[in-house]
């Protein structure tokens, strides 16, 4: 696409500044769906922005330099929520067949529901996640572990390697963990980086369910990943804003509620 000189240019890069301070992330991929220019536009764009040290440049967009883009290390947060998480991994497990392909991204709730199917045999699980991988590693389910860059923060395996290799899968569901779950704004994620793995994984299979304790409904993080209503199934707890899971199911969401009882 052609530009039409520098004053239109600095008028797009002046608004991609305020769409970064307001959102906190964004990524090239959408900002050239926005603004209806070519990524290598954008890729410029944001170079120029963070030469004049208004955002900070990462693989695949930029985010603010005022706002954090790491949630805390994964052991960080085991004990949050251990008792949500492990009857969110117990009520995912029982609806997992014999036979099935599925893809376990990272995080502390994904890590729970591994911790179900420990015990299950006749099952393939895919992750891009250490921690998932090791929690499996003894049991008699086949595990496939996706290469990439190691990020330590979450031991997650992510990057244009890990993205390669998930052109070629193709599994029957997809269990991923979000920093943030909205109707409105949607899916998301603090990690920039990550997050463009993460709809990586997406695209492997048309069934997504996200597991999410209450805590992450209703909270917007600074990378959007996917609207709400590319989850198939959203697995939460007892303790969820009624009024929220209202709203999510309006979207065409099943939202199953994980009750000890």
Excluded: Y
Excluded at 75 to 85: D, F, N, S
Excluded at 97 to 126: C, E, W, Y
């Amino acid at each position: 696409m052609v530009e039409r000189g520098g004053a239109l240019r600095e008028q797009r890069a002046r608004a991609i500044s305020e769409l970064v301070r307001r959102l906190g992330a964004v990524s090239v991929v959408e900002l050239a769906e926005r603004f209806e220019v070519s990524e290598m536009t954008i890729r410029r764009d944001l170079q120029l922005l963070h030469a004049r040290n208004e955002v900070e440049r990462t693989h695949g967009g930029a985010v603010s330099l005022d706002r954090p883009i790491d949630e805390p290390p994964w052991t960080q947060r085991l004990g949050e929520q251990a008792a949500a998480k492990q009857v969110i991994g117990q009520l995912v497990e029982r609806s997992i067949p014999d036979g099935a392909t599925v893809f376990i991204g990272s995080g502390t709730t994904t890590l729970a529901v591994a911790d179900q199917l420990a015990t299950r045999q006749h099952l393939t699980v895919v992750t891009n996640a250490l921690p998932i991988a090791s929690a499996l590693a003894s049991s008699a389910v086949d595990v496939v572990v996706i290469g990439g860059f190691l990020r330590h923060r979450e031991m997650s395996l992510i990057g244009h390697p890990a993205e390669r290799a998930l052109e070629a899968l193709r599994c029957d569901e997809v269990i991923m963990g979000m920093r943030g779950v909205d109707p409105d704004h949607g899916l998301t994620s603090e990690h920039l980086p990550e997050m463009v793995t993460d709809q990586a994984v997406m695209r492997t299979s048309p069934r997504l369910t996200v597991v999410a304790d209450a805590t992450k409904l209703g909270h917007v993080a600074a990378s959007r990943t996917a609207p709400v209503e590319a989850a198939t199934r959203l697995v939460t707890d007892a303790a969820a804003d009624p009024e929220l899971v209202a709203a999510i199911r309006a979207r065409g969401v099943v939202v199953e509620i994980a009750d000890p009882a």
